[in-house]
């Protein structure tokens, strides 16, 4: 679930229970609870050799409801997806549910929820004014120096447009892309006709090209392009990272570090030295253009420490036990690395995912966005909404992201919020020194649609886990490439209890989907709920088995929407926290954040527009956090089960800040503490 500039977005949510050892069971119905969330109409098991639906088309004790239902579709071999013919509330949802419960025929029922986004989208304005004749002359040269050998730039120079028609020159606009524009960054210079680009990456090839701006009043115009030059900068090459640890012996004489890619090469050819330093005695040294060398003359019994220096002609990197990215957004991902992040570049310095695991997010979809590309499996399109769907159909195989706008009581337009797309960004955007780095760069990122503009059911829900988990979907094919890890950043907009309570009316349809994809060794990662309450009223987080995550801010403390473990919840609520953002909570957070959670997003206002970054807060960012640390313990365990991957997470927390909130509790009512991505890592490591 996600908060975006104050308004709560009602997305990704399925939860756990907080416990020191072991997520706890669901949750138990209060004696007078009452659900408010939305329903579109029922789950309904009929007692063996009963016909679900009468001859003249109706279902199967449909006058015991008292409401007209219609059939939708089979969820399971003995299980029906029955429609209200007409809009209920939830109160008489819950109460058509009860009738039906009763007649004989009917082997258990269940409210069919309705799970819920919104968004938010910038506007931008046009001019009428005609733009100036193209610039002219571009020549683009590497401007790399030696008092700055990392840093990769770009001089550039041109000549003034012929035609400004009656405008006036206020400047230029130079353009800079690595994928021909499809994504483009930009930089406005005044009126002199050369540019100096900076912070570039060495190793890619740019395209460059430029504009004139011009003004008539009040109104702005951008010109005709130049025509696009292109170039490969160059630098000193990025630090190694090592993967076998900073000490060998005679025993063990081989050192390892990460290949490094030409972006990491700094566009050009490099050589390694590792050089062995006792604590007494000879240094011991050997040269290599791989990403291994072994040491020859190492004494018996002596332990060394190891360096390891990447050379080309620009310059010498160092080694380093840590992998610290070199996109150019990382500054503003505060949750990776900040005191109350989640330690990330030490897990990195032992992997960055496989490309072997694959990470299904169900939610609206996912757009295309170059750090996600060549990662971004096929998935599937659940939401059974055809008039919700936006995409103008049913479930179908294109589980892309064609926009959830839609519109309020008012008629204004509620813009796409591009969600799902956020998510997996905050998963696994590329390590490629553009834009953000995700938390497991490496692995592939699955999207199962279970959301449209006026959200999903709880059956798409079921559906889309089963999917995603690799098990059979009546009606559907099979999933070629299944997930290990689902997230689950998605709830309804109010209480509704999950369908694993000990009652004979009720089903146990979401539970056994979970616990069917649990014994097929995937680990499902849930948000705990955006209303700042009790936790075990937010479906389908208090269903069970999944691993429940709270939001905290940047201070470590919890975020002020997140929901919690109530005291008197018998260990269920939360089970453990990872930074979601808290724009309430933003002292010492990076510019331009907010406190929020900086990752992937598109301009677009109703369809895809072009790839972009934003901030957004809430339990559906603390989600992916998790869910990619989970991704980086399937890399380096493949056969890692849910109960292991629950028991590296609560054995390595970080703690909450001294004094706040979450510290105080005598309840755990944020969970175990702030999932810790490095500790983690280290500890599969030494327990496999």
Known sequence: ??????????????????????????????????????????????????????????????NTAGVALKFDSLLDTDTYVLNFASQLSAADAQAVADRMAQDPRVAAVELNTVIYSESFSPQTASTAIKGASAVTALTVKDSWSASTPMAA?????????????????????????????????????????????????AGVKY????????????????????????????????????????????AAPTVTWLPQSVI???????????????????????????????????????????????????????????????????????????????????????????????????????????????????????????????????????????????????????????????????????????????IAPNVRIQSVRVLGSTGGTRADLIRGINWAAGLSVPGYPM?????????????????????????????????????????????????????????????????????NVGATGISGDRAYYSNITEPNAQNVGVDISAPGGDDKDAVGAPAGTGGQIYSLLNTGTTVPGDPTYGSMEGTSMATPVVAGIVALLYSIKPTISFDEVWTVLSSTVSKFKPGGQCATSTTQECGVGIVNAGAAVAYLKTHP
């Open 1 to 62: 679930m996600a908060k975006f500039r104050g308004v709560a977005v009602w997305i990704a949510l399925l939860t756990l229970i907080g416990t020191s050892v072991a997520p706890a069971s669901a949750a138990t119905a209060p004696s007078q609870f009452s659900a408010t969330a939305k329903a579109a109409g029922l789950i309904v098991k009929y007692h063996s050799g009963v016909l679900p639906l009468a001859p003249n088309g109706e279902p199967t004790a449909a």
């Open 153 to 201: 730039s770009a001089s550039l120079s041109w000549k003034a447009p012929t035609y400004l028609y009656g405008a006036k020159l206020t400047g230029y606009q130079v353009d800079y892309s690595i994928d021909g524009f499809a994504t483009t960054k930009t930089l406005l210079v005044g009126t002199k006709t050369s540019a100096t680009l900076s912070s570039l990456t």
């Open 207 to 250: 395209s460059f090209r430029a504009h004139a701006i011009t003004k008539v009043g009040s109104a702005s115009k951008l010109g005709t392009a130049s025509t696009a030059k292109t170039l490969t900068l160059t630098s000193a090459p990025a630090a190694p990272v090592i993967s076998s640890g900073t000490y060998v012996s005679a």
């Open 264 to 438: 990491d090469q700094g566009g050009l050819s490099v050589s390694y030295t590792v050089t062995a330093t006792p604590t007494s005695g000879a240094q011991v040294s050997c040269t290599t253009i791989s990403s291994s060398c072994t040491l020859v003359g190492l004494v018996a019994g002596a332990t060394y420490v190891v360096d390891v220096v990447a050379t080309n002609t620009r310059g010498s990197t160092h080694g380093s036990s840590q992998f610290i990215p070199a996109d150019e957004s990382f500054s503003k991902q505060w949750y990776l690395n900040s005191t109350y992040g989640v330690n990330a570049p030490s897990a990195w310095a032992v992997t960055l995912g496989s490309n072997d695991v694959v990470v299904a997010v169900l939610d609206g979809g996912i757009t295309n966005h170059p750090q996600l590309a060549g990662r971004l499996i096929p998935g599937y399109d659940f939401v059974s909404d055809v008039t919700s769907a936006n995409d103008g159909d049913g479930p179908d195989p294109d589980a892309s992201d064609p926009g959830n706008w839609t519109y309020d009581r008012n008629n204004n337009l509620i813009p796409s919020d591009w969600h799902g797309t956020h998510v997996a960004g905050i998963i696994a955007a590329a390590a490629d020194k553009v834009g953000t780095i995700g």
């Open 479 to 547: 999933n070629p490439t299944p997930a290990k890890v689902l997230n689950l950043s998605l709830g309804t907009d109010g209480t509704s209890m999950c369908d694993n309570i000990p009652t004979q009316s009720r089903l146990y349809s979401t539970a056994q989907a979970l616990a069917a994809a649990k014994a097929a060794g995937v680990t499902t990662i849930t948000a705990a709920g955006n209303s700042g309450s009790d936790a075990r009223y937010s479906y389908p987080g208090n269903c069970y088995p999944t691993i």
